[in-house]
């Protein structure tokens, strides 16, 4: 493929016409393109309208509740570091969600003879239809309403808005374009599919800062915002500050570096624009040695495997987990919340080591369908299991993949909470505990992936279960319930402990964890394979629906 060649950014006439002309054709096929969601099905077309709505009404009571504000004497220690924030979110949108916009993927234009300078100012001006720009127009013109004071002070606000929404929407621009091919690689979609958990955890995080600030006040985001307000587009609108209370020449040094920091992002942009259309893609070229890497690089882990199936089974369960974007997606998942619970709960004050049950239970939860994530494939398993021992060994391979990955993961994350909290005296029951848990998961998981299989569908990022397999899916998760009573009684050994004051003993669950756990899913998974060998078509046909 031969790109185009990219021009001088030094403006000609030609330069200034094409411009006049390409920026309010970008602009219409914006336009065009918003209308077109009203064109679609009528299920695609009402969750559109659904999702404008929202961001109106969520944009409006965010306009009022900022024009609220106003008077407050902290005002703009909350203004300032929003900014900030919103700045950021706008640079990490493209990463997280790169099919939200295909507008954002500037090798669509690549066989086209557009120059890099009206080509930047014609994406820029597009970049400001929709509803992303409308609902952080909303956000700024109510943080001006609560700091500006005067009318210099509101004569500044309109370049101080224009200007941060410009560097939000530059700064999208720009990094979506420097990460265009990731962005399209499977890595990239691997990157998306983890925005769920980011998102969630987030959200954690922003609740428990806000339940913070209702508890202490504005006036604990002072020390914040002294930093933010030197921090592009922070700047910017801490000069309706500055210019409320008449110190003009800060708040001309706050937009005159919010237009330096703009035009910076400006020139990248352009700069990353040009080499993104002008060279070739990377991953089409054809390289000799990663294969060989990769290739050297799992045989040597691959021998800390046992010999045998039970091995091999363990390093292809592996290697879907590393390669498979939605298995990655679902491991990546559970190690994210299973630190982020107890993360968020440490912070709130609660300093107890027990908040790792919530992370021993998510990630056994992925042994309750292993058959049922082969999908069609299982057909191949299935032509290797002739006895009871196959698929006994089976069975022990994918326990021990997910084994390798929990076991070290949950050790560490005792040890880590452990470290921060300083209940030292929790470690041994709750090692004990959660290695019990864990082995007992492990056993009763083997039990529901062969008597309740169900198909995962690979061509929906989030959704698990096929249509009609809802039940199965059900009748597995309470099957978790069996893996609880497995584990009654060390359970119950650690509460009598506890009630009859017997904490010099606590220690004894660490090795009876170390042992018990192990011993529950040998038998856990010697009584699923008796199960497989005689379920064999029932669980091919489950897992093979669509």
């Not at 987030?202 to 914040?224: F, H, I, M, T």
């Not at 299982?378 to 069975?395: K, N, Y």
């Amino acid at each position: 493929m031969t790109a185009t060649t990219a021009a001088p950014a030094s403006v000609t006439p030609a330069t200034s016409a094409s411009l006049l002309s390409l920026t309010p054709l970008f602009a219409r096929l914006k336009v065009t393109l918003l209308r077109n969601g009203l064109r679609q099905s009528n299920k695609r077309k009402a969750v559109f309208i659904a999702s404008l709505v929202l961001v109106a009404l969520f944009g409006a009571l965010q306009l009022l509740g900022l024009a609220s504000l106003r008077g407050t004497e902290h005002a703009a220690a909350l203004t300032v570091p929003l900014a900030v924030l919103l700045a950021l979110g706008w640079a990490v949108v493209p990463l997280l969600f790169p099919g939200g916009d295909e507008t954002l993927d500037p090798t669509r234009l690549v066989m086209l003879p557009l120059r890099p300078a009206p080509l930047t100012t014609a994406l820029l001006v597009s970049s400001l239809i929709g509803s992303g720009p409308a609902f952080t127009f909303l956000i700024l013109a109510g943080s001006v309403i609560a700091t500006a004071h005067g009318a210099a002070a509101f004569a500044v606000a309109v370049p101080a808005v224009l200007l941060t929404l410009l560097v939000c929407v530059t700064l999208t621009r720009a990094v979506a374009t420097a990460n265009v091919r990731l962005l399209s690689s499977r890595k990239g979609r691997d990157l998306a599919l983890l925005s769920g958990v980011i998102v969630g955890v987030g959200a954690q995080l922003v609740n428990l800062a806000v339940r913070k600030l209702s508890e202490a006040g504005l006036a604990r985001l002072e020390p914040l915002a002294d930093v933010t307000r030197w921090i592009p587009p922070g700047s910017a609108l801490d000069a309706v500050r500055a210019t409320s209370e008449g110190e003009y020449g800060l708040a001309v040094a706050e937009l005159a570096l919010t237009a330096a920091v703009l035009a910076a992002l400006l020139f990248w942009w352009q700069r990353t624009l040009t080499k993104v259309m002008t060279s070739p893609d990377s991953s089409t070229l054809v390289s000799t040695t990663k294969p060989e890497k990769e290739r050297a690089a799992g045989a040597g882990w691959s021998r800390l495997l046992p010999a045998g199936r039970v091995g091999t089974v363990a390093q292809r369960q592996l290697r879907y987990a590393w390669r498979d974007p939605k298995t990655k997606t679902t491991w990546g998942s559970m190690l994210g919340i299973g630190i982020a619970v107890p993360l968020v709960n440490i912070v709130q004050g609660a300093h107890s080591l027990y908040f790792v049950s919530v992370a021993v239970v998510m990630l056994t939860g992925l042994m309750y369908n292993q058959l049922g994530q082969d999908g069609p494939a299982f057909w191949m398993v299935l032509q290797t299991i002739g006895s009871p021992r196959d698929a006994l060994a089976e069975l022990r391979g994918r326990a021990l993949a997910l084994a390798l990955i929990t076991v070290p993961y949950l050790v560490l994350l005792v040890l880590a909470m452990a470290v921060v909290t300083g209940r030292w005296d929790q470690c041994p029951e709750v090692l004990g505990l959660s290695l019990a848990v864990l082995g007992g998961f492990l056993g009763t998981g083997a039990i529901a992936s062969v008597q309740f299989p169900y198909s995962v569908p690979q061509d929906h990022a989030f959704k698990n279960v096929a249509p009609g397999q809802t039940g199965i899916a059900w009748l597995g998760t309470l099957w978790s319930l069996a893996g609880m009573a497995v584990c009654a009684p060390l359970i119950g050994l650690t509460i009598a402990l506890h009630v009859t004051d017997g904490h010099g003993l606590l220690w004894t669950v660490l090795p009876l964890g170390v042992v018990y756990g192990p011993l529950a899913a040998w038998a856990g998974l010697r009584f699923a394979a008796t199960r497989m060998t005689r379920r064999l078509p029932e669980i091919l046909a489950a897992v093979s629906k669509a």
